[in-house]
């Protein structure tokens, strides 16, 4: 029996028949298929803090602490208001988490946060499933133990918790005249720049080049994307249909700009000679072989640009590749690609996308051709769900002169729900594309594969439209490119916010996504 068939033996055991809270694609999802057959049910909640409090609060009742689960990072991050509210309350509730195990490097931790730090002052124990002697019922014990509060347990499992080695950092620091000698050398360089280049007011110097040039999904738009060189986001797991596993494998030098392993979702070494520009400590960019990191300065940067622009590579190649894959992602019918392009030919690119979590994300960063920074958001780092609906508001109130479209998802519209009244309020020129599939499509893909059950992340298919219309705001269905169109012409932009409601069917939906990431 495993660690967490084990664990959710315990939980039935304990007499506990419900769970609340927000799964991911891990063991958490394991978990939940494992008390399904134990008869335990599970609650999916629209924000892991309000499950914290709902499991307290059924914790109180029942006379047995009651269990919130969420993904590591920004999931557990999200429920510590929940967490506190417990602790202040006296709620009895056992918190799960997915987590990493001690010690992983951070170059192989994609979300990972401090969650001892984070939890240190909201809950009276923390524990690892998979090398705690306390089972289920100590923890319950203790939780329900006075004063009544959290405990909290780390999904850690199967002994995958032994302590492995951080990945040194592999750079040397070099100056320019190191940096020169590299870039002489090399006749195929390709360029990935992160969100420090954006910050460096880079744009310029880069939509100048004519070689392919990347962006991390933190820095999308620091080269125009509707230029023919910009090869679009690099993520570390780019399929045969992306630019990034095409032309990587034929470029001589990388050269880096503020790329670093916390805004990709994954790091390996580079094939070829690699160089990073950067002026944070070398912890936050190891693991990708950089031959020498340079202090990135004005005057570092000029002369950089300057060497590169005698260089011409892999612009005709990119153009190619860019094409086949818009050529895809368009051919599979109305799908998020589709709505996207609609939306920015609509509004002749004069837009700002917003894109929260999920795989219509993973279509958008590759499908929205963004022309500056200030024109794109999303949760580029930590892959926070939700958090475009905040980002959204927040841009719109501070830059109103441009429609924002924020796309959200099943698992998304209604995190932040209220927050929209804000947008009514100030007559935001708000666009609202939620794009259901009836489930946590990118999460699924997992229960897909190990035939686990649909049940935890299959969403009450309802319609949002009466919701959105209750809050004084224009909502209808769009089910085509034509409807989609419509609705946009009849929006007066300065009358406030526009919500369409999007349907995906399940299959197309997870399909969409192959050979991209």
Known sequence: MSDIQKLASEIADNGIDRVFGILGGGPSYTLL????????ETIITPFEGSAAVMAGAYGRMSGKPG?????KGPGLANMLPGLAACKLEGLPIVSLAECYAPGTPATKAHKNMDHESMLKALTKSRH????????????????????????HLELVTDGSNSVSQPVPVDSDTGSW???????NQSQRAIIIAGSYATRSNLSSFLNKLKIPVFSTAAAKGVVDETLSHAAGVYTGVGLHRVAESQL????????????????????????????????????????FGFKKNV??????????????????WGVDELVTIKTKLNEYMMGQG???ANVFHGVQAYFSNNVRMILDTGYFCTI????????????YLSSGQGRYMGIGVPLAIGSAMYDATIPTAVAVGDGSVGMFLSDFNIAVTHKLPLLILFMTDGYYGSIYTRGIKDHLTDKPVRMARTSWVGVFQGMGINAERVENPSQLNDALKAWHTTQGPLFLEIPFELEPYQAMVSGIR
């Open 334 to 336: 109305f799908l998020p």
């Open 177 to 183: 005249d190191d940096l020169e000698v590299i870039l």
């Open 67 to 71: 269990v919130a689960f969420s993904i």
């Open 248 to 287: 990587i494998e034929r470029a001589d030098l990388i050269v880096g700009i503020g790329l670093r392993h916390n805004e990709v979702l994954a790091v390996n070494n580079f094939p070829c000679a690699s160089i990073n520009l950067d002026s944070a400590d070398e912890s936050v960019f190891s693991g």
């Open 364 to 375: 958008g960063e590759h499908a929205c051709n963004i022309p500056k920074p200030d024109n």
């Open 33 to 40: 298929d494992a008390l399904e057959k134990q008869n335990v």
């Open 128 to 151: 690892y499933l998979s090398n705690s002697q306390d089972q289920f019922g100590d923890l319950c014990a203790q939780a329900e133990s006075e004063v009544p509060g959290p405990v």
């Open 295 to 312: 202090s990135g300065d004005s005057q570092t940067f000029e002369q950089l640009f300057a060497t590169l622009s005698s260089q011409s």
